[in-house]
């Protein structure tokens, strides 16, 4: 017997998801106790940071995940629903492209990892869908390493990939 996928609203409530605002619904559900002081990091970090974090993501097929960056390099796991684009602008002008998913055979893998200050962005493949994922961020994520990208800037930055910023900004 087949089982039956559920649906986003029902992991959306069951999870206890949020708004995000790069687009989608989150819940941070760890937050390791451990910390980095700030003077063991990278001269762009304001302040010290906990080991890791984690936090659950969805995205529905409506939703975009945003061009944003942050000062760590951030994980992406897959878990449910339709198979996931992630893309990445690196500060190099190297372009990646990721398919999240199960379907092994056609490319898609279980995660990626997107290195810290690349820009990032994704979308769910299937119309009438969903992507749940989770996230984890080494050095932890914290909302100062947060920037949501300007179209304008990225665009100045990356003019070979118009198309993808206009459409993911």
Not at 144 to 169: M, R, S
Request: hydrophobic fraction near 35%; glycine fraction near 4%.
């Amino acid at each position: 017997m087949k089982k039956m996928m559920k649906s986003a609203d029902y992991y959306i409530k069951r999870l206890e998801l949020s708004p995000h605002s790069e687009g989608g619904y989150f819940k941070e559900t760890y937050r390791s106790k451990g910390v980095i002081k700030k003077d063991a990091l990278p001269n762009d970090f304001q302040s010290d940071h906990c080991y890791s974090t984690f936090i659950y993501y969805l995205l529905k097929s409506s939703d975009i995940s945003k061009f944003h960056r942050i000062k760590s390099d951030e994980q992406w796991h897959f878990f449910e629903g339709s198979s996931l684009i992630v893309l990445a602008l690196r500060e190099n002008g190297e372009f990646l492209k990721f398919k999240l998913g199960r379907d092994l055979e056609n490319n898609e893998m279980f995660s990626c990892v997107i290195p810290a200050n690349s820009w990032l962005a994704a979308y769910p493949r299937e119309k009438d869908s969903f992507s749940l994922l989770g996230c984890t961020v080494a050095p932890g994520f914290e909302y100062e390493d947060f920037e949501l990208a300007e179209k304008e800037e990225l665009l100045k930055q990356f003019p070979e990939y118009e198309a993808i910023i206009k459409k993911l900004t």
